[in-house]
């Protein structure tokens, strides 16, 4: 089991920019596979970006795609998610998560581990 915490949310305008953060402690950072995810009022979970273990290979739902950049650092434990252009219908609370993906989608169920999520506001 690893611990995670996210930071970085905030309120910004449309058009603006926010740089997630998500440390992660505990097991071997390097074995996980990292995700972000997002869940607004109403609405169910949704995979916004992930990254694999080493880092080469990153994914993104297409509402996200050129906006947004996922990057992690081993040497540091830590799991990025930059966000520019960002949209009202970006406002979320936004999830990191830990897990291996066992097919092509990243399905939350096989993230084990998730931090506590970090409040991002969109204004219009």
Known sequence: QVQLVESGGGLVQA?????????????SFWWYDMGWF???????????AGISRSG???????SVKDRFT??????????????????PEDT???Y??????????????DFGSWGQGTQVTVSS
């Open 56 to 62: 080469s290979s990153t994914y993104y739902t297409d």
């Open 96 to 109: 990191c998560a830990a897990g291996s993906v066992r097919g092509t989608e990243w399905d939350p169920a």
């Open 70 to 87: 996922i990057a992690r650092d081993n040497a540091k434990n830590t799991v990025y998610l930059q966000m520019n252009s960002l949209k």
């Open 15 to 27: 058009g603006g920019s926010l740089r997630l953060s998500c440390a992660v402690s505990g097991r």
């Open 38 to 48: 997002r869940q607004a009022p109403g609405k169910e979970r949704e995979f916004v």
């Open 92 to 94: 979320a609370v936004y």
